[in-house]
Every structure is written in C-alpha cells, then in structure tokens.
C-alpha cells in the first residue's frame, strides 16, 4: 500500500501554523510577546492534538477532500444542496461530504476512521509504513474488546419503555442534570454573597449549599458519572470520563 500518511501530516502542519499564529496574537494563556509564531510551531508540532484540534484539523482536510479528491457527481450534489442553504440541506450536504471523506479514507488507509490518528501525532516519514500496521493491529485489538462491543450496544437507538439498561441510563442522566442544575444555582448564591447581594444563604439553599462548598456535591455527580460512563469530572476537571477508543490500544 502506498502510504499518504504525508499528506495528513501536511494538513497536520497546516493546522498547527493557523494555530501558532493565533496563539502568537492572543498569547495561548502566555504573554503574547513571549513567543513567535515560529517558536509557536516548534512547541506544538511535537504535541499529541486534542480532540477539538483534531476536529479543526479534520475540517481542513474534508475541504481540500471536496476540492480535489471527491466524485465530481457526489461534489456536485454537495454543492447543490449547500446553494438550497436551509437547515435541511445543510445537514443532508455535511452527511453526504462526510460520508465520502469516510468511504475515501477507507480505500486509502483500509479503514475508514484511521486517517484521524495520522493528525494527532507527529509522524517521521520512515517510520509511517510500521505505524499504519500498527493501527491495523490495534483497530482489530480494539474492535474485539468487550467494552468496545458494549459501547456499539449502547450507542443503538434504544426504548426505555423496552430496555432497562437504556432507562437506568436516562434516568442516571435526569439526576445528573438535576444536580449540575442545583451547582449553578450555589454557584450562583456564592456570587451574590461575595458581591454583598445576599446577607446570608437563604434557609431553603443551605443544606444544598453546604454540600457546594465542601465539595460533596461534586462528588455525587461524579460517582453518577461514573456508573453512566461519561463527562467531564466535577471533582477533578482535567478527567473525562469516557468510551474506550482505539487511542487506548495503541
């Protein structure tokens, strides 16, 4: 197989000069003076993307995709659909350019969602041929794990009136919500008491608002996380609680 792993690097590059360059502007939570844009492009080349820069970067590549490798029939359509420019339309547009980006990845790479990891690390080009094998053996890992099936169960449309699994699931999600609901309203009080708006805690919050300040609350929300499956930790916000992927296997 011919490997174009060295292109998704180019749109990788790509990415990391639109964003060293906005970061040379804004200061990327540094002083802006501190670096330049080349210094910006050294620091992040060598830094696995997060999932929303892959998703930037991916954007990039689905427009140079529709521009020169997309079936002029399927582009086309795609074209015509966008110039309707309603919701509609819109959505049918970016299913079918995705859906053609997916079936072309999957010709080139032998997997239509590889093509992903190949922009969320920095890749030496003598080394792209062993990489691609690699994911191939650690897609077909992955694919046959027990938490990746359970997650393709659970990710089915399902009936809680006819599923107990997917009803447990809502209603742990109805708790969730109810309880980050009840934080924003403590956050809330801890704003007006600090601004001199409130003189004390109302007696119906105080309860709620104790178990705000000493934490307990966010610890509960967590420990539903949990047996859910998802979402940013409440306790520590640096954790997701998440999925397994195949970045877990390799």
């Not at 060295?6 to 990391?16: G, M, S, V």
């Not at 995709?65 to 819109?90: G, I, N």
């Not at 600090?194 to 307990?216: V, W």
Request: positive net charge; hydrophobic residues 30%; glycine residues 4%.
């Amino acid at each position: 197989m011919t490997l174009p792993a060295t292109r998704a690097q180019r749109i990788r590059a790509q990415y990391i000069r639109n964003a060293a360059e906005d970061h040379s502007i804004s200061g990327g939570g540094y002083p802006a003076a501190r670096y330049s844009v080349d210094q910006w492009i050294e620091h992040l080349t060598y830094y696995p993307l997060s999932q929303d820069d892959m998703s930037k970067a991916l954007k990039i590549w689905r427009q140079e995709f529709e521009q020169t490798d997309m079936h002029a029939e399927t582009y086309s359509k795609v074209k015509k659909l966008r110039e309707k420019d309603t919701r509609a339309s819109k959505e049918k547009a970016r299913t079918l350019s995705r859906g053609s980006f997916k079936v072309w990845q999957k010709n080139l790479f032998g997997r239509g969602t590889i093509a992903k990891y190949f922009l969320k690390y920095y890749l030496e080009e003598a080394s792209q041929e062993a990489t691609l094998k690699e994911l191939h053996e650690s897609m077909l890992e992955y694919r046959s794990c027990d938490k990746c099936s359970t997650q393709v169960e659970r990710s089915r449309k399902r009936n809680p009136d006819q599923d107990p699994q997917k009803k447990q699931e809502t209603e742990i999600e109805i708790r969730i919500g109810k309880l980050r609901s009840l934080k924003r309203k403590m956050r809330s009080r801890q704003r007006q008491l600090n601004e001199g708006k409130l003189a004390q805690i109302p007696k119906a919050d105080r309860a709620s608002f104790a178990k705000f300040t000493s934490g307990e609350l966010d610890m509960e929300i967590d420990k539903l996380l949990v047996q859910h499956g998802y979402g940013q930790s409440h306790v520590n916000p640096n954790k997701h609680y998440e999925a397994p992927s195949l970045f877990n296997h390799v």
